[in-house]
């Protein structure tokens, strides 16, 4: 079972301000402000209800698999598919 949208997202905000690498390897990292999370590579956010639709389809290979879902997808990947994130959850 897939942990909730909550768990995951508190996770999420315990990584803020920490390293990450997309799937083609940039680095980045992030900050949030309420419910949206600002990579630092781009001047987006990205809404908490992007990772909870991506969280649905996840473990998947890449980016390309949520592009039709979600806003920001390589980034949405990127910290979903991390190991300090997903912690064996999928």
Partial sequence: MKPSIE???ARIR??????FETK??????FE???GVLHPSRTDYGI?????AKA?????????GAITDLVRGPS?????LADARVRRGDW
């Fill in 47 to 51: 809404g908490r209800s992007e990772f």
């Fill in 24 to 29: 083609t390897g940039k680095a980045f990292t």
């Fill in 14 to 19: 315990a990584l803020e301000g920490e390293p």
């Fill in 55 to 63: 969280v649905e389809r996840m473990p998947c290979d890449g980016p």
């Fill in 7 to 9: 768990a995951v997202w």
């Fill in 32 to 34: 949030i402000a309420g």
């Fill in 75 to 79: 980034y949405v990947w990127a910290i």
